[in-house]
T-cell receptor
């Protein structure tokens, strides 16, 4: 049973370009979470999605960032017009349901570098 | 404070015990978690404890919970070089299902 798959592992973008980060949850998991890890900081929650629905986006910056989890295919985190401050590791996690005893399973992350 | 707090670094000698401490924010948090992150990898769940427990033991890992002080600790017995990693404490705030993480403690194990 494959774990949470994220790609690409590393992504380099110039300022102003778009970054698209993909996440395939574990088989049987319909809940996806995106976190951002800035250098020297912990993980900050960004958004929580179920299939075709955004449930909680309280951690998403108001501009340039968007996320989706379509009926078919991976979840996508999209960053438009990237700036240097967007450089970070972006982690996706999934769970089979939302309950206290369904811990999150994390992917290995996408490390975004903005030059 | 408003954040889950952890000390940033801990250095121990191989074979000694490691104790990683965490102070969480919400006395109504129901589950508290410890995750491990190895270099270049994602977070791996190590263990978790339900808030009605004081202690949980799992092989070399012991979790202690002090609800009065909102303090959580992870003890690793007989620490090995393979235990070198960043350890994150996480809580689920009352009314939410989404874990809030601390900044992580870098555990360095030297021979």
């Amino acid at each position: 049973n494959a774990g949470v798959m994220q790609n690409p592992r590393h992504l380099v973008r110039r300022r102003g370009q778009e970054a698209r980060l993909r996440c395939s949850p574990m088989k049987g998991h319909s809940h996806v979470y995106w976190y951002r890890q800035l250098p020297e900081e912990g993980l900050k929650f960004m958004v929580y999605l179920q299939k075709e629905n955004i449930i909680d986006e309280s951690g998403m910056p108001k501009e340039r960032f968007s996320a989706e989890f379509p009926k078919e295919g991976p979840s996508i985190l999209r960053i438009q017009q990237v700036v240097r401050g967007d450089s970070a590791a972006y982690f996706c996690a999934s769970s089979p349901d939302i309950s206290y005893n369904s811990p999150l399973h994390f992917g290995n992350g996408t490390r975004l570098t903005v030059t | 404070g408003e954040d889950v707090e952890q000390s940033l670094f801990l250095s121990v000698r191989e074979g000694d015990s490691s104790v990683i401490n965490c102070t969480y924010t919400d006395s109504s948090s129901t589950y508290l978690y410890w995750y491990k992150q190895e270099p270049g990898a994602g977070l791996q769940l190590l263990t978790y404890i339900f808030s009605n427990m004081d202690m949980k033991q799992d092989q070399r890992l012991t979790v202690l919970l002090n609800k009065k002080d909102k303090h959580l600790s992870l003890r690793i017995a007989d620490t090995q070089t393979g235990d070198s990693a960043i350890y994150f404490c996480a809580e689920i705030l009352g009314g939410s299902y989404i874990p809030t993480f601390g900044r992580g403690t870098s555990l360095i194990v030297h021979p």
